[in-house]
C-alpha cells in the first residue's frame, strides 16, 4: 500500500531541484499548454498572498521503476506563439539516475514550469508570420511595473491581475523590474538587500516608493521565504497506479479532455507514441492534433468489427 509524506518548500528550492534534475516528468504527462496570461496570473497570485494550490510527488526508487519506465525533463525554454500561446515542441524521453532523480511530478507541472520559465528558463515569442520551426522568435522577460501611476490593470473588472505583470520583449519602461533580476546575489544576501531595492526604487517617482519597496520585498519573501510549494509525496506506489492516480486527479479543476486521457494512458505503455504522433502531423495534416489521430484509429477499428 502507497505511503503519503506531506510538506512545503520555497519556490527557490523547488527550482533548483528542476535544474539539477531531480524533478522529472512521467511520460504520460500532458505537454505544456499554459498561455502567456496565466503564467502572469500565477504570480499575480503569489503577490496578493493567494494559495496557489498544492501539488502531487511521486517518489522514485528501485522498486517501482525499471530500464523501461519513461520520462521526460522540465523545459528549460519555451515558445509562444503570436496569441501568447504555448507552441511547444514533444518532450524528449529521457533514462534516469536514481541516486540524482527521484521525484516525479503528477500534478502541478505547469505550475512548476510557469515558475521555472519566469526564473531560471528562457521565454520566447514567434511572431505570427515566423515559421514555426526555425522560424524568428523574441526573448521575453516577465517585468512587473513599479510605479503605480503607470499600471494597467483594472481593479473592477473580475478576475483581473491587480499587479502589471506582464511578458515583454525589446525596450522596457525604466520603472519595470525583472522579475528574474531578484536572483541577483545583492537581493539574496541580507547585508546587501536594502541597497539593492533602493537602488532599484531610485527611478521610481517619490510617490510610488513605497509601493516599489514592497513589491521587491514580497517578491524576495514569497520565491526564498515563505514555503508556498505544499505538495503530497506519495511513496511506494508503481507505474500503473501512478498513471490511474494521474488521471483520476486531472478528473478536477481544469480536467484533461478525453482524448488527452487516453493519449496519457497510451504513453504510458508506448513511450515513443508522442514522436510517432508528431511524425503524421505534418503538410496537410499540420494542426489536427493527436485528437485527429485517435478519433481516426478508433473508427477504423470500430469499422473493423
Do not use: C
Not at 503569489?46 to 519513461?70: C, G, M, Q, R, V
Not at 520551426?133 to 483594472?154: A, C, F, P, S
Not at 521587491?216 to 508503481?238: A, N, P, Q, S
Amino acid at each position: 500500500m502507497s505511503k503519503l509524506h506531506e510538506t512545503s518548500i520555497t519556490i527557490y528550492e523547488s527550482l533548483q531541484h528542476i535544474k539539477d534534475n531531480k524533478y522529472i516528468m512521467p511520460a504520460f504527462q500532458r505537454q505544456f499548454v499554459w498561455n502567456m496570461e496565466q503564467i502572469e496570473k500565477l504570480w499575480d497570485s503569489i503577490l496578493l498572498h493567494y494559495p496557489i494550490a498544492t501539488f502531487l510527488f511521486w517518489h522514485l526508487d528501485e522498486d517501482n521503476t525499471s530500464w523501461d519506465t519513461s520520462f521526460s525533463n522540465f523545459r528549460r525554454d519555451l515558445t509562444f506563439n503570436g496569441k501568447k500561446e504555448s507552441d511547444s515542441v514533444d518532450y524528449d524521453l529521457v533514462t534516469i539516475d536514481l541516486k540524482a532523480t527521484d521525484t516525479a511530478i503528477l500534478d502541478g507541472q505547469q505550475r512548476l514550469t510557469s515558475l521555472y520559465l519566469s526564473l531560471l528558463g528562457e521565454a520566447y515569442i514567434r511572431p505570427a508570420y515566423a515559421r514555426k520551426v526555425g522560424g524568428e522568435r523574441h526573448l521575453t522577460r516577465l517585468m512587473i511595473e513599479l510605479n503605480k501611476n503607470k499600471t494597467e490593470t483594472d481593479e473592477e473588472e473580475y478576475n483581473t491581475k491587480r499587479f502589471d505583470i506582464k511578458f515583454h520583449y525589446g525596450k522596457s519602461s525604466p520603472t519595470h523590474f525583472n522579475i528574474k533580476d531578484i536572483l541577483q546575489d545583492k537581493f539574496q544576501n541580507a547585508s546587501t538587500r536594502e541597497k539593492a531595492i533602493e537602488d532599484t526604487v531610485a527611478t521610481v517617482p517619490p510617490d510610488s516608493k513605497a509601493y516599489a519597496r514592497d513589491i521587491l520585498e514580497m517578491l524576495y519573501r514569497k520565491i526564498f521565504v515563505d514555503k508556498l510549494i505544499r505538495y503530497t509525496e506519495i511513496l511506494e506506489m508503481g507505474h500503473d497506479d501512478a498513471l490511474e492516480m494521474f488521471v483520476r486527479f486531472n478528473a478536477g479543476g481544469k480536467p484533461l479532455r478525453k482524448h488527452e486521457v487516453t493519449m496519457a494512458i497510451i504513453e504510458a505503455y508506448w513511450p515513443h507514441s508522442k514522436t510517432e504522433f508528431g511524425k503524421l502531423l505534418t503538410d496537410s495534416f499540420d494542426g489536427f492534433g493527436t485528437d485527429f489521430i485517435i478519433r481516426t484509429a478508433l473508427t477504423q477499428s470500430n469499422t473493423n468489427k
